[in-house]
C-alpha cells in the first residue's frame, strides 16, 4: 500500500520557472527520500533527509520535511525542460519499510 | 562503478506460464528489493533480500518468489501468470538495506501477460 501522497498529480511549467512537489504521509518515518523517474526507466534517488533534519540541499533541488504536519516539499529552481518527469516521494519507518507515493508528473516546456 | 542490471528488459508470455527475472546489484550492495509499477496501483514492494535471506516481503500471492544469490544477484519468479501481472517490475540494490540508504534502481523488465 502507499503511504505517501503527492500533490499535484501533474505540474506543467516553463523552462526556467521554479516547480515545487508536496509530500505528505501518515505514520512517523525514519527518513524520506525522493526519487525522479524518467519515462520507462528505473527511478533514480535524488534526496535523502532523515526525520531530524528539516531541510537539504543538492544542487537545484532543495527539499523539506516538517514531520509535525508530516509533510515534505521538493523544489526545483530554474527548470530545465530535462528536469520532466515523474518525481515519488517514499517515507522509511522506523522498521525500514518503504512505501511509495504516486508520484507528480512534472512537465518543463522548453 | 556499473549500475544495476536487469535481464531481460522486455517479456512477453502467456495466462499461465511462468517467468524468472534477474538483477545484477551494484557491486558491494547485499540488499536487493523488488517492486512491481503499474498505471494503476503504483510501486507495489515484492520483496527484500540481504545476503541470501529475504528480509521482508510485501503483499502479493504465493506466485510471486524471490531468491538472493551468494554474489548477490537476484532472481524474481511469477508462477502461473495472470493478466494482471503484466506491469514494469523494477529491482533496486543498496549498501544498508532499503530503508537504511538510497534505492539504486534498475531500468527495469517489461513484462506482458497475453
Known amino acids: 500500500s502507499q503511504q505517501g501522497e503527492e500533490d499535484p498529480q501533474a505540474l506543467s511549467i516553463q523552462e526556467g520557472e521554479n516547480a515545487t512537489m508536496n509530500c505528505s504521509y501518515k505514520?512517523?518515518?525514519?527518513?524520506l527520500q525522493w526519487y525522479r523517474q524518467n519515462s520507462g526507466r528505473g527511478l533514480v534517488h535524488l534526496i535523502l533527509i532523515r526525520s531530524n533534519e528539516r531541510e537539504k540541499h543538492s544542487g537545484r533541488l532543495r527539499v523539506t520535511l516538517d514531520t509535525s504536519k508530516k509533510s515534505s516539499s521538493l523544489l526545483i529552481t530554474a527548470s530545465r525542460a530535462a528536469d520532466t518527469a515523474s518525481y515519488f516521494c517514499a517515507t522509511a519507518d522506523n522498521n525500514n519499510d518503504m512505501r511509495f507515493g504516486a508520484g507528480t508528473r512534472l512537465t518543463v516546456k522548453p | 562503478k556499473a549500475g544495476v542490471t536487469q535481464t531481460p528488459r522486455y517479456l512477453i508470455k502467456t495466462r499461465g506460464q511462468q517467468v524468472t527475472l534477474s538483477c545484477s546489484p551494484i557491486s558491494g550492495h547485499r540488499s536487493v528489493s523488488w517492486y512491481q509499477q503499474t498505471p494503476g496501483q503504483g510501486l507495489q514492494f515484492l520483496f527484500e533480500y540481504f545476503s541470501e535471506t529475504q528480509r521482508n516481503k510485501g503483499n502479493f500471492p504465493g506466485r510471486f518468489s524471490g531468491r538472493q544469490f551468494s554474489n548477490s544477484r537476484s532472481e524474481m519468479n511469477v508462477s502461473t501468470l495472470e493478466l494482471g501481472d503484466s506491469a514494469l517490475y523494477l529491482c533496486?540494490?543498496?549498501?544498508?538495506?532499503?530503508?537504511?540508504?538510497?534505492?539504486?534502481f534498475g531500468n527495469g523488465t517489461r513484462l506482458t501477460v497475453t
Open positions: 533496486a540494490s543498496s549498501l544498508a538495506g532499503q530503508g537504511a540508504s538510497p534505492l539504486h
Open positions: 505514520t512517523s518515518i525514519n527518513n
